[in-house]
């Protein structure tokens, strides 16, 4: 069993930056490729970014690319969201995820967090 806790979101302004945080415990993190997902009321949940389990590749939605970076510290079992230039599309509750052996371009994942409320305001 994998825990996952997302920290981070919160309220900015259009055109401003927030890092989403992802504490993992349970198992042996560096095992694990992570994702970001998020969603918006009344829409299905949309894949944002993924980080392999090894060699730390990464994978981006193209809505994203360009303005996010997906990382990843296996000391301290945490997986990060740079969000850069945000705009109000990128409103939305963000949740990680964590699949064992994974790829960055996963969909499939084994354990989900809560999830982290990003609200950009115009």
């Known amino acids: 069993q994998v825990t996952l806790v997302e920290s981070g979101g919160g309220l900015v302004q259009a055109g401003g930056s927030l890092r989403l945080s992802c504490a993992a415990s349970?198992?042996?993190?560096?095992?694990?490729?992570m994702g970001w997902f998020r969603q918006v009321p009344g829409k299905e949940r949309e894949f944002v970014a993924g980080?392999?389990?090894?060699?730390?590749?990464?994978y981006y939605a193209n809505s994203v690319k360009g303005r996010f970076t997906i990382s990843r510290d296996n000391a301290k079992n945490t997986v990060y969201l740079q969000m850069n230039s945000l705009n109000s599309d990128d409103t939305a509750v963000y949740y990680c995820?964590?699949?064992?052996?994974?790829?960055?371009?996963?969909?499939?994942?084994?354990?989900w967090g809560q999830g982290t409320q990003v609200t950009v305001s115009s």
């Open positions: 995820a964590a699949k064992y052996l994974g790829t960055a371009q996963t969909r499939e994942y084994d354990y």
């Open positions: 980080i392999s389990w090894s060699y730390d590749s990464t």
């Open positions: 349970g198992r042996t993190f560096s095992n694990y490729a």
